[in-house]
């Protein structure tokens, strides 16, 4: 119980942090800025091709080392670490979803003499987004169970303290992993429910091809 309040705040930071970074991340593959679509695509690779444990352990450990620069304390380490990993995979979708809206809705809008700000906000991204949710409801889950990494930085979240209790009692093992094992799934409970809601809601206002 004493790591549950360290597991859901790191959760709750990542899924902020990670969903602002995937709408950016986004939006910046689909700008008419080349420089800007090469810097987010490069971003994207990087982080969806290495590890996340690698990646945590840059942010930690070697970028003090090897350029001198601090990104706070384990938390912020950790949060950063899982927000940028799953940041760059939710970018994709982001992407994918404002691509795969029907372009003749695109067309009627400009046939209204909407301005393309106006057509990404008022028809567009709403219809992007339904398409959006089943999609981010699986990334909710896989951020909780991302979280348990923050662990090797020191961090006191549940596995921590259920490896404390292991290395206390060997014998008692299967027990602590069996418990910790439950109270992960208790919290993913919400989130799989909430991720069924958006999955009804994605099949609403969703014009056809």
Do not use: H
Not at 4 to 14: H, I, Q, R, W
Not at 56 to 63: I, R, S
Not at 101 to 126: D, Y
């Amino acid at each position: 119980m004493k790591g549950v309040e360290v597991t859901v705040t790191v959760l709750l930071a990542s899924i902020v942090l990670g969903y602002l970074m995937a709408f950016i991340a986004g939006f910046c593959r689909l700008s008419n800025n080349i420089f800007l679509r090469k810097f987010t695509g490069f971003y994207v690779e990087v982080f969806r091709g290495t590890s996340l444990i690698v990646q945590l352990f840059w942010l930690y450990y070697a970028f003090p080392i090897l350029f001198g620069i601090e990104v706070g304390s384990n938390f912020w380490a950790g949060v950063l670490a899982i927000s940028l990993n799953y940041g760059a995979y939710m970018s994709e979708i982001v992407r994918s979803s404002i691509l795969a809206v029907a372009k003749g809705q695109s067309e009627a809008s400009t046939a209204l003499n909407m301005s393309r700000f106006q057509r990404m906000r008022l028809v567009i991204f709403p219809q992007a987004v339904r398409m959006m949710l089943p999609e981010f409801g699986n990334y909710l889950i896989l951020m909780l169970k991302s979280t348990s990494l923050v662990s090797l930085i020191g961090m006191m979240d549940i596995l921590y303290y259920g490896d404390i209790l292991r290395s206390s009692n060997l014998s008692q093992a299967p027990t602590v992993f069996f418990l910790v094992l439950v109270f992960y799934f208790i919290l993913a409970l919400p989130l799989i429910w909430l991720t069924k809601k958006m999955e009804i809601a994605s099949k609403k206002g969703v014009a056809s091809q």
